[in-house]
């Protein structure tokens, strides 16, 4: 498992610079490793998302993978509803997602965040 990058701020011209200049080095030969990442437009749209209780449950998932929305809400001892909701907001922005065997996972070990000035 990896580390999620996340960026808050950053312009589509800087995103595109960083795949071109990975895009390059793969050209040349060396190696790249791969990396997750997501971009949230400001500050305000990445403290609606990732809440204190939304981060509880992406730590939950990332030690306990949960096979359902009910499990996972049981296991937290918090309402099935807001834990649905919290669930689909973190799909959403690529927070959480669902694996093969269907469980919902947080699969990475850390978020690093890089705000833009």
């Known amino acids: 498992m990896t580390d999620l990058k996340i960026t808050v701020g950053q312009s589509l011209r800087d995103i595109a610079a960083e795949v071109a200049d990975a895009v390059h080095r793969v050209e040349r030969g060396e190696t790249v490793e791969p990396e997750s ?3 949230f437009a400001d500050w305000e749209t990445l403290a609606r998302t990732l809440t204190g209780k939304r981060l509880e449950l992406l730590r939950h998932l990332h030690r306990q ?3 359902s929305v009910r499990a996972l809400a049981m296991a937290l001892k918090r309402d099935y509803s807001n834990v649905h909701a919290d669930v689909q907001a973190l799909t959403e922005a690529g927070l959480i997602e669902r694996s093969e065997d269907g469980d919902l996972r947080a699969e990475y070990d850390g978020i690093q965040t890089r705000i833009a000035l």
């Open 65 to 67: 993978p949960t096979a």
């Open 37 to 39: 990442s997501i971009n």
